[in-house]
């Protein structure tokens, strides 16, 4: 039972680049969350999904964007990267009758150069 | 608004003494509030809830309403103790978001 599973773990990115992460889970969760965690602050909310086709924004949504097309994945795109983004992103999934904890994935480890 | 504060970046102990992690959230009627906790090398997980008044570990953590703290308690640490902690909170509005404190590095030495 993989559990939340993100792909990819490492990225080094020149700033003005695109690209994806892809957060997976098996678990049969309908809300799914992407935080950033950056030194001294903590984990903060970008994004979030409360089920198939929803998003919405969290505390620090600007310059990302997310879908969920499919129940199990959440995706988060960054459309031109900036280095103020360079952060670990940790994607996470709970059952929806709340307040539940969350399971979070391994990270990815974003640099943007 | 919301907040979750942990004033501790760094609580450096030795193994065996008694451990406090400070957490102090803004008061909005009675919160359920998470402590997790992340391993090096480990993806973060729930160490303890609130609502669940258990042991995990040999953590405790309780609810002071009156302080408005959840601080996390362990009266003799481990080695195997030394990880990052994060006090948890809900946003309110639902959808178990939550409001993360910035964390407490705890570092248990030998």
């Known amino acids: 039972n993989a559990g939340v599973t993100q792909t990819p773990k490492f990225r080094v990115l020149k700033t003005g680049q695109s690209m994806t992460l892809l957060c997976a889970q098996d678990m049969n969760h309908e809300y799914m969350y992407w935080y950033r965690q950056d030194p001294g602050m903590g984990l903060r909310l970008i994004h979030y999904?409360?089920?198939?086709?929803?998003?919405a924004k969290g505390e620090v949504p600007d310059g990302y964007n997310v879908s969920r097309l499919k129940k199990q994945n959440f995706l988060l795109g960054l459309e031109s990267a900036a280095p103020s983004q360079t952060s670990v992103y940790f994607c996470a999934s709970s059952y929806e009758e709340g307040p539940k904890p969350q399971h979070f994935g391994d990270g990815t480890r974003l640099s943007i150069l | 608004a919301q907040r979750v504060t942990q004033p501790e970046k760094l609580l450096s102990v030795f193994k065996g003494a008694p451990v406090e992690l400070k957490c102090n959230y803004s008061?909005?009627?009675?919160?359920?509030l998470f402590w997790y906790v992340q391993y090096s090398r480990q993806r973060l997980q729930l160490l303890l809830r609130?609502?669940s008044r258990e042991s995990i570990k040999g953590f405790t953590a309780d609810l002071n309403k009156g302080e408005t703290s959840f601080h996390l308690k362990k009266p003799f640490a481990q080695e195997e103790d030394s990880a990052m902690y994060y006090c948890?909170?809900?946003?309110?509005?639902?959808?178990?978001?939550?409001?993360f404190g910035a964390g407490t590095r705890l570092a248990v030495h030998p």
């Open positions: 999904s409360v089920g198939e086709g929803t998003t």
């Open positions: 609130h609502i």
């Open positions: 948890a909170r809900p946003f309110s509005g639902g959808y178990n978001k939550l409001i």
């Open positions: 008061y909005s009627g009675s919160p359920e």
